[in-house]
């Protein structure tokens, strides 16, 4: 059988693109994440201020606002208006990522990413259970709790919390013991719940989930009948529920993956050997064929696998 | 149809409220963990000074977004960010410990200029309204001037000196004639800026502290009348009380001149008379001790 034959995760896409290939959307992505964290770091480092601040809140060049919009709007709860500085950052930063993408933040920007990505690498080193799956609207009801607690606390409520900025401050302003929020989202990852922080549990990922529910970038399934169902793609995504509907679905379905849980990391892309995958837009009509429905794997595709 | 039937099955129907309770109690034990650390991180410690214009603790957290622009254009260093475990304040909020780095007062105000939400109220445009806190002279045991030494560093270096801190002249009880000057703070002046605390001479704490005004200053005793500020008598008329003259059952006969019946017992031959007491005393018609 050839569910014997197990290759590892994304081999048959090395094969078949070179290594660069297969990696290239996590190679931009960690650039990506390693640019923005490195331009804050600029000033502090080297005495370089293009960038001032931090995630929560900076100034770019002494003129570009930039707030988070889930921070300030905790602090909407929290019964402060803010001052028209934060209004105009908030109001950048959430029109871009509701064009763009919402939770493009979550995979090129955002600094626990690859902590959790390294979570998950560990967690299948390890072969792990996936563990505790909480339902895919748990962070809908968290992000609802935290905004009632900071009404009811007259505190931004989750910065009390919030491993992303500890994180991020961490590292520009100096950490002190906030380093454990990091190592508990590690943690949890790797052994209490697979993709647990990121997939389940994080509000600003809901927050910014919601922001981008219309946003224009958009994987697209568009080779689907191409697909020879080595489900890598499932293997990498880190919430692969938005995959199906895409990639199963039938002719006069959208081979887009419109789901606001996809985070635009571009994995399934790299992965997939048969290139079923490629970025596209929220507008492309483009035809795609369904799968052809089949009862066992193309030979084609065993010979390749056996090779 | 189908889909009416399953929803409103009794099965669906106890799973659909099982899952509510379990996500209202699940959202309930999380809300209020987060609430009490929500809470939690209010309690500022008394040393941790916050920015100038920094608005009041309960509603500072609700617009800091402690973002840190508020310490990059602060050019004394002054500022800081909490760090979790190692400051007291609210983590990644801005304060600063006076006895370390003050605030030097700069003129433009730099920092509540950065400030992005208005934690730092921008309203605060001139430096001398600030008010960060307000210094207390709290050991008044060893601070040099208090012992009669004459250091008045804190008066020297305050920026507001003469207003902020005056150097009251007392009476040096312990060498019976030097004289004290003492260093009061006044709290119309006061900024909270802490030069004073950071430059006591004192090794280690100083003698002189920024404190917050909720701990530093009391309320007004609004229910006493202060006759020296307010001059308008508390009753319309007033009420018109018997004199009272020296005479049986008061004690100060003797004076101013007093009379006494026979001469030896006057305690001076010189003193000459006085008045007579229009009545006697009932025994021995005599007064003396």
Known sequence: MSGTVHLPVGQEAIEAKGWMGAHKYLILRRLAQLTFLGLFLLGPWFGIWWVKGNLTGSLTFETLPLTDPFVLLQGMFAQHWPEMTALIGALIVGGVYAIIGGRVYCSWVCPINPITDGAHWVHDKLGMQKGWQPKRTTRYWILGTVLLVSAATGTIAWEVINPISMLHRGLIFGIGSAWTFVLVVFVFDVFVSRRGWCGHICPVGAFYGLLGQKALLRVSAVNRAACDDCMDCFAVCPEMHVISPALRGKTADTPLILSPDCTNCGRCIDVCAVDVFKFSHRFDTASAPGRVARSKPLSKSGASRAA | ?289
């Open chain 2, 1 to 289: 149809m189908p889909a009416n039937v399953t929803t409103s099955s009794p099965v669906n129907r106890r799973r659909f409220l099982q899952d509510t309770a379990r996500v209202t109690a699940g959202c309930a034990v999380a809300g209020s963990f987060l609430a009490y650390l929500s809470l939690d991180a209010r309690a500022l410690p008394a040393q941790a000074i916050r920015p100038p214009g920094a608005l009041d603790e309960d509603k500072f957290l609700a617009a800091c977004i402690r973002c840190g622009l508020c310490v990059r254009d602060c050019p004394y260093d002054t500022l800081k960010l909490a760090e979790l475990g190692v400051d007291g304040p609210a983590t990644g909020t801005p304060y600063f410990t006076a006895r370390d780095v003050p605030c030097e007062m700069c003129e433009d105000i730099p920092c509540v200029v950065a400030c992005p939400t208005g934690a730092l109220d921008p309203s605060l445009t001139n430096i001398d309204d600030a008010d960060m806190g307000l210094a207390v002279l709290i050991d008044q045991e060893r601070c040099l001037n208090a012992l009669g030494l004459r250091c008045d560093v804190c008066y020297r270096v305050c920026p507001v000196i003469d207003e902020a801190i005056t150097l009251e002249r007392r009476h040096n009880e312990r060498s019976g004639h030097h004289a004290i000057f003492m260093p009061v703070v006044h709290s119309d002046a006061c900024t909270g800026c802490g030069k004073c605390e950071k430059s006591c001479v004192l090794p280690g704490e100083s003698a002189i502290k920024v404190l917050p005004r909720r701990i530093a200053m009391a309320e007004a005793a609004d229910h006493y009348k202060l006759g020296w500020e307010d001059r308008d008598p508390l009753v319309d008329e007033l009420i018109d009380l018997p004199d009272r003259l020296p005479g049986p059952g008061t004690d100060n006969l003797a004076a101013p001149g007093g009379y006494i019946n026979g001469t030896e017992a006057l305690p001076d031959p010189s003193m000459e008379g006085g008045f007579t007491p229009s009545f006697s005393l009932p025994d021995t018609g005599s007064v003396g001790q």
